[in-house]
């Protein structure tokens, strides 16, 4: 027994005062109808209506019931409703996770154009200095730095831009330490590193001349926080490899100096993407903002450096997936 269906039909009847009129207003045989009503007595072990050949009218079991089913009746659909609208239309709190490998220069526009294109939402950002988790975590979106599907079928992700990471340190140290021309000159230097980077300390230099010098550098300081390292750098505790958006101001101040200046650190795990969990009914929260993420990041030609750094991918990204993952 559909005692949901079973619940309309009773209320159904109760309303119309007649089991015809109630077949006729649901669509359905008179005998569909009697069925339902025997059927929800025997269940309740009650009789829920009095009715003769001329008359129709509840039991006191039937009122108190009636009223129960239209109140629940009404939350039901009610959820429902609420359900199914937060998959058609933005709703409810959006839960970012973001590395934190990634500056906040590079995240408050982002965030600010969305909430301002969709007001009614609210954003929930979480930055993450460890492996980030999306799915058991509860997250709706990650803005993640490399690869980090793996193959995993139960994630969908979108490459979104280049996130040029630099190696930079204090004038006080390369006072003190002398300044590195050539990759060679790297090892010998005191290192500045994130604990949690899996790649660090191992670096691949490319230079204008396409070579790819692979370092690896031994650190004389780790922390857990990309800001400490950045702060460590300032202090003069050695060299660090940072994302270039994070030290923007530092190095156009002076507090920090940019070595290496003819080489570009190649790194796969520094791409900048953004991974969602894949289900069959994506909620249209999680659907507008990978939508205005992609906008957000193409939004430039191809390999325009912008103030925060990023060198974005070309305009018009292929969504071919996007449409799949999200119907």
């Not at 309309?8 to 009503?37: K, Y």
């Not at 290192?191 to 790649?199: E, R």
């Amino acid at each position: 027994m559909n005692q949901i269906q079973t619940m309309r039909v009773f209320v159904c009847v109760a309303e119309q005062q007649s089991f015809r009129r109630a077949a006729h207003h649901l669509g359905v045989s008179n005998a569909l109808v009697t069925r339902s009503i025997a059927m929800l007595e025997g269940h309740l072990n009650t009789r829920l209506i009095h009715r003769t050949t001329r008359n129709l009218s509840l039991t006191e079991a039937g009122v108190r019931y009636l009223d129960g089913c239209r109140a629940l009746l009404e939350e039901f659909d009610h959820l429902e409703s609420s359900v199914a609208h937060a998959v058609r239309e933005p709703a409810g709190t959006l839960r970012v996770v973001a590395s934190g490998l990634l500056s906040p220069l590079a995240l408050t526009p982002l965030v600010s154009s969305f909430r301002h294109r969709y007001p009614e939402l609210r954003v929930q950002l979480t930055v993450s200095e460890g492996p980030l988790d999306v799915l058991d975590s509860g997250y709706d979106v990650g803005i993640v730095t490399g690869n980090r599907l793996d193959g995993n079928p139960t994630l969908i992700g979108h490459a979104l831009a280049p996130n040029p990471f630099v190696a930079c340190a204090a004038p006080a140290y390369l006072e003190r330490r002398g300044e590195p021309r050539l990759p060679d000159d790297l090892p010998g230097h005191d290192w500045v590193t994130l604990a949690s980077h899996q790649h660090a300390p191992a670096w691949q230099l490319v230079g204008h001349d396409g070579i790819a010098h692979s370092v690896t550098v031994r650190p004389t300081c780790t922390v857990n926080q990309l800001a400490l390292v950045q702060a460590a750098a300032v202090a003069g505790a050695g060299i660090a490899v940072l994302p270039e958006p994070c030290v923007a101001g530092a190095l156009a101040s002076g507090t920090l100096v940019r070595l290496m200046a003819g080489y570009r650190i190649d790194d796969p795990d520094t791409q900048l993407s953004l991974v969602y969990p894949n289900r069959q009914y994506v909620p249209a929260r999680t659907r507008s903002f990978v939508e205005h993420a992609l906008d957000h990041f193409s939004a430039q030609p191809a390999r325009e450096r912008t103030d925060y750094g990023f060198l974005r991918p070309p305009r018009g990204p292929d969504r071919s997936d996007i449409v799949t993952g999200l119907q």
